[in-house]
T-cell receptor
Framework: NAGVTQTPKFQVLKTGQSMTLQCAQD?????MYWYRQDPGMGLRLIYY???????DKGEVPNGYNVSRLNKREFSLRLESAAPSQTSVYFC????????????FGPGTRLTVT | GDSVTQMEGPVTLSEEAFLTINCTYT??????LFWYVQYPGEGLQLLLK?????DKGSNKGFEATYRKETTSFHLEKGSVQVSDSAVYFC??????????FGKGTRLSVIA
């Protein structure tokens, strides 16, 4: 039982490059989330998917797109990376959206130069 | 909208000292409240939670009581250890919406 897995663990991009962060969960959860963590800012929600087939914007969606590929997988895409997107990205999942424990992946550390 | 305010860190304590990390919230209705912990290089994991007023969540020697009258959910531990060094996040959920997190409080415990 791996829980929530994320790939890659580290990535360095040049400004303007694109990439996709992958996330998968094996707990049969309905809801999945993408956060970014910056020093002094805590966790900020980028996008979430309450259930397979749905996605919604969070607090900081600009510059990102997401795809809920199936119940297990939820990817985050940066179409044209900017230095302001340098951050640590966490994926999480939960049974449902709301008052349920969220399980987090180990994170992806992204640097955009 | 819903929000969480927690004390800024970093907090530095000696081993066996008493810990309090303050957390207050703003929300409509009756949210569920959570404390998450993030150890160095890892993702967040749930430490404890409370779902209604006067509930006390507890785990690994940590406790927090849901106080509706003061809209607070302060984290306490009677005797901290070096292994408790981490970043602690207070969070709430008011219903069918994602968790709202505070900015985190870094705790360092020195031997």
């Amino acid at each position: 039982n791996a829980g929530v897995t994320q790939t890659p663990k580290f990535q360095v991009l040049k400004t303007g490059q694109s990439m996709t962060l992958q996330c998968a969960q094996d707990m049969n959860h309905n809801s999945m989330y993408w956060y970014r963590q910056d020093p002094g800012m805590g966790l900020r929600l980028i996008y979430y998917s309450a259930s397979e087939g749905t996605t919604d914007k969070g607090e900081v969606p600009n510059g990102y797109n997401v795809s809920r590929l199936n119940k297990r997988e939820f990817s985050l895409r940066l179409e044209s990376a900017a230095p302001s997107q340098t951050s640590v990205y966490f994926c999480a999942s939960s049974d449902e959206t709301g008052r349920y424990e969220q399980y987090f992946g180990p994170g992806t550390r992204l640097t955009v130069t | 909208g819903d929000s969480v305010t927690q004390m800024e860190g970093p907090v530095t304590l000696s081993e066996e000292a008493f810990l309090t990390i303050n957390c207050t919230y703003t929300a409509t209705g009756y949210p569920s409240l959570f404390w998450y912990v993030q150890y160095p290089g890892e993702g967040l994991q749930l430490l404890l939670k409370a779902t209604k007023a006067d509930d006390k969540g507890s785990n690994k020697g940590f406790e927090a009581t849901y106080r509706k009258e003061t809209t607070s959910f302060h984290l306490e531990k009677g005797s901290v250890q070096v292994s408790d060094s981490a970043v602690y996040f207070c969070a709430l959920s008011g219903g069918n919406t994602p968790l709202v997190f505070g900015k985190g409080t870094r705790l360092s415990v020195i031997a």
